[in-house]
């Protein structure tokens, strides 16, 4: 059964925090990456308003857009831009768009490294070995969707305050149409009148992510 938008959206949120509460345990992040595909997928379906493709590597391609585009979705937990993401040749010729997706472990945040026609992503891998096709990260630089394409997942007021967290994962703090850049002084402010720690289990800070993430959680359930 097709996962309407607000359980992709619920969804990713869950699997971004199994994720994170993973990262905390001393989990390394090349050892989760069933869990970053999954939030790549899920991820690439919220944004082009989309369904899962409705087996595993279903042809080549992960999720299927609203304009019925096939996307074949990769993602790396990897920072910096060193690596690679592999394809199957044999069934490229069953995708229309490519994406390459990237956790931030910093920021818990997801970025676009690479969203594209399948023709243009091509000529950008190597040529076959091994049966597969390689596409390397380090040229791709970051790409990031330009802010007016990101979707508001959840947002709270609290004083001359406005708090949002973005469907990216990235937290954003305005005050009369100002943004904050960077928010997290502001966000630490803010968790201080509200009594929210600013530390987590392992007594090391918590990032612009968390920290909006628990102040909204706050004040929601205020």
């Known amino acids: 059964m097709a996962l309407t938008q607000m359980q992709i959206i619920q969804s990713l949120g869950e699997a971004m925090a ?7 345990w001393g989990v390394p992040p090349t050892e989760l990456r069933h869990l970053c595909g999954r939030i790549g997928e899920l991820y690439a ?3 082009t308003n989309g369904q899962m493709a409705t087996e595993v590597n279903q042809q080549g391609y992960d999720v299927v857009s609203a304009s019925g585009e096939r996307i074949s979705v990769k993602t790396t937990a990897t920072m910096g831009y060193g690596g690679h993401v592999s394809f199957n040749p044999n069934s490229l010729a069953f995708v229309d768009r490519v994406l ?3 956790i931030n472990t910093e920021e818990m945040q997801i970025e676009t490294l690479l969203d594209a026609p399948v023709a243009d992503a091509v000529q950008a891998m190597s040529a076959e ?3 597969k096709r390689n596409l390397s990260l380090g040229p791709l630089g970051r790409k990031e969707r330009p802010r007016s394409e990101l979707k508001t997942v959840r947002e709270v007021d609290f004083r001359e305050y406005t708090v949002r967290e973005l469907e990216n994962g990235s937290i954003e703090v305005e005050q009369d149409g100002s943004l904050f850049v960077p928010a997290k002084p502001v966000l630490r402010e803010l968790a201080r009148d509200l009594n929210i720690g600013l530390l987590n289990s392992n007594g090391n800070p918590l990032n612009t992510r968390q920290l909006g993430s628990q102040i909204i959680a706050s004040l929601s359930e205020a």
């Not at 199994?18 to 905390?24: A, C, D, G, H, M």
């Open 129 to 131: 070995h091994g049966g």
């Open 45 to 47: 379906a919220l944004i």
């Open 100 to 102: 390459v997706l990237r």
């Open 18 to 24: 199994w994720f994170e509460r993973e990262l905390n």
